[in-house]
């Protein structure tokens, strides 16, 4: 083999080693890509796992929730009710005060009428006591004289 043959076998077995060094350093960096991808499976592994306990929660709370709001549902049908009948009450005690205001106005009328009669009445009798006493002093002043 002539000396150009070897120096260019050289200069090939040169360039060979330093693919094969960058071919080495490739397979470095794609395995600390491999380790990399495979911690980051790990942590996708256990986001999941994660992810799936908060999912289970959601589902726990949902169901919470639809109790919470038959519970609502039946505590507004109670207040409906309830408010039906605290108008019912308010209409009835409104038809009362109305009643009684009416019989109130009516005795007072009635009370009235009475009490002029029965001062028409002490007044004749007043009218009578005062006659009498008038006839009571004449008589006093005529035994005086005598």
Known sequence: MDADTRDALDVLRADVRAVDNHVVGLDNRVAG?????????????????????????????DSRMVVLAGRVTAIDSRIAVL???????DNRLTTVEKNLRQEIREEAMSTRRHF???????????????????????????????
């Open 83 to 89: 408010d039906g009948r605290v108008t019912a009450v």
């Open 116 to 146: 002029d009669v029965v001062a028409e009445s002490l007044r004749d009798d007043i009218r009578l006591i005062a006659e009498g006493l008038v006839a009571l002093d004449s008589k006093v002043e005529g035994m005086r004289k005598v």
């Open 33 to 61: 890509l491999d380790n990399r991808v495979a911690g980051l499976d790990g942590r996708l592994v256990a986001l999941d796992r994660r992810v799936a306990v908060l999912d289970d929660r959601m589902v726990a709370l």
